[in-house]
């Protein structure tokens, strides 16, 4: 079955440290890939998405995520965190082969940001 | 309008009670999603309605019913839940089913079963 792995289930940081939170899913064919955002007692936002061409993209609120297609990665960056980044990430993908219909999380990185 | 409304935002329902949860959208979107989060845990897909047609159904137990009564609303009828339906039931909606679609997410009913 294909899955999302994200590998950083709790990360903490302090303000202006640089972040990455990794990605990793299990399908070989055509993919969209996502990173929502959850802030605390707030609905998921999307903060950036691929679908395809240039591999690194930007999303809103200083993040970037890049595509690395041959290790099928999609990791977020930013490289000077806030305490308002405080908040769960969800990277996320849908397949070609459900017609893109079924978004599929990860477990979710808790991002703890000090001040 | 760029939101996706759900209520109630809290619901509290015994076994055998019927009530429903209600989402909707006004941004044109023609596909629209029940997930199910439980704490600490990421959204699970439930159902996918196209075009106001069910198209995905993710073998969700039959205690749970959506309904889908025009492009812009989507309903999940519950009855007969068990306690361990208590989660955050999310709606979301997307321009259309398909590639290039982001999935925009309301803020969720949160449903405890007694």
């Known amino acids: 079955a294909q899955s999302v792995s994200q590998h950083n289930h709790h990360v903490i940081l302090s303000e202006a440290a640089s972040l990455e939170l990794g990605c990793n899913y299990s399908y070989g064919g055509t993919v969209n890939l996502f990173w929502y955002v959850q802030y605390p007692g707030q609905h998921l936002q999307l903060l950036l998405k691929?679908?395809?061409?240039?591999?690194l993209v930007k999303g809103i609120k200083g993040f970037e995520a890049e595509f690395i297609k041959s290790k099928f990665s999609f990791n977020l960056r930013k490289p000077s965190v806030q305490w308002s980044d405080t908040a769960e990430y969800f990277c996320a993908v849908t397949l070609l082969d459900t017609g893109f219909q079924k978004l599929v999380f990860g477990t979710g990185t808790r991002l703890l940001v000090s001040p | 309008d760029t939101e996706v409304t759900q209520t109630p935002k809290h619901l509290v329902m015994g076994m055998t009670n019927k009530k429903s949860l209600k989402c909707e959208q006004h941004?044109?979107?023609?596909?629209m999603y029940w997930y199910k989060q439980k704490a600490k845990k990421p959204p699970e897909l439930m159902f996918v309605y196209s075009y106001e047609k069910l198209s995905i159904n993710e073998s969700v137990p039959s205690r749970f019913s959506p309904e889908c009564p025009n492009s812009s609303l989507l309903n999940l009828h519950l009855h007969a839940l068990q306690p361990e339906d208590s989660a955050l039931y999310l709606c979301?909606?997307?321009?259309?089913?398909?590639?290039?679609?982001?999935?925009?997410f309301g803020p969720g009913t949160r449903l405890t079963v007694l």
């Open positions: 691929y679908f395809s061409g240039d591999p």
């Open positions: 941004m044109g979107h023609r596909a």
């Open positions: 979301a909606s997307s321009q259309r089913g398909g590639s290039y679609n982001e999935q925009f």
